[in-house]
């Protein structure tokens, strides 16, 4: 079986908190030194950043829990107790506001219409958000 060396769907969830798995995928394919070299300038920035600010944690921090092999369970548990813990009303927005990214924002906006420029993506009307740009962009949606 081949090695998988795309980070999971922004869409994927732990905890009731989507975009967790893919952060620390892409930790994990960084340590194995695999992730592709598109995701480097962004990483631990962007949404990451944004979601380690969420949770009330570092993500520098977060990566020494993916250095130690700690799961994806255990690293939510240990951002639960060492951040800020947050209800299930504030996930919930928290997600409806990462999944919304792009779409009628000025600047995530324009960050999603310079990734369209650079992979020729812009005639995609349908690519509305970045979490849409990363499911074409990945191939999991055509």
Not at 106 to 129: F, M, P, S, W
Request: charged share 35%; with cysteine.
């Amino acid at each position: 079986m081949a090695e998988i060396t795309c980070p999971r769907s922004p869409y994927d969830m732990e905890g009731g908190l989507c975009f967790f798995p893919r952060m620390l995928d892409k930790i994990r394919l960084d340590i194995k030194g695999i992730l592709g070299p598109g995701y480097l300038p962004r990483l631990g920035k962007g949404m990451d950043g944004l979601l380690c600010q969420f949770l009330g944690v570092r993500y520098d921090s977060v990566r020494e829990r993916v250095e130690e092999g700690k799961t994806d369970v255990d690293i939510l548990e240990w951002c639960q107790r060492n951040g800020i813990r947050r209800g299930t009303f504030d996930v919930m927005l928290f997600n409806k506001f990462l999944a919304k990214l792009g779409w009628r924002d000025e600047d995530y906006g324009q960050r999603l219409h310079d990734y369209k420029v650079q992979q020729n993506l812009v005639h995609r009307a349908d690519i509305e958000t970045l979490f849409d740009f990363i499911e074409v962009d990945e191939k999991r949606r055509e």
